[in-house]
């Protein structure tokens, strides 16, 4: 089965300072206790949230829910900040055997 590298992306940009701070010291712990997380990134300034996050599936559809539905999972377990207001963005490639991906860069 081939392995996808995703990215999922928490943005949080109608957060003052204090919400965005409560928010990522709740979400970047359960980020890095995840399965198939290789790396997470706090941007403070654009207000985001991002995670490297490895995905085995038998598609680049089925590799997008999978990281999907990890970010609704863990974005679902944060209090007292306003989750309805953080946007998810997602974005997936194809993994080469040698490691390297198959599409754009993902790392930022």
Not at 39 to 61: E, G, K, Q
């Amino acid at each position: 089965m081939p392995e996808y590298a995703a990215e999922i992306e928490f943005i949080a940009s109608e957060f003052a300072g204090a919400e965005f701070r409560m928010l990522a010291r709740q979400l970047v712990p359960l980020l890095e206790d995840s399965d198939g997380v290789t790396s997470v990134r706090t941007d403070r300034s654009a207000r985001s949230i991002r995670a490297d996050v490895a995905v085995t599936a038998p598609s680049s559809s089925t590799a997008t829910a999978k990281a999907g539905s990890l970010a609704r999972a863990l974005q679902a377990q944060t209090q007292k900040v306003r989750s309805d207001r953080i946007a998810l963005r997602i974005e997936v490639a194809q993994r080469c055997r040698d490691g390297a991906d198959d599409g754009p860069e993902l790392a930022k």
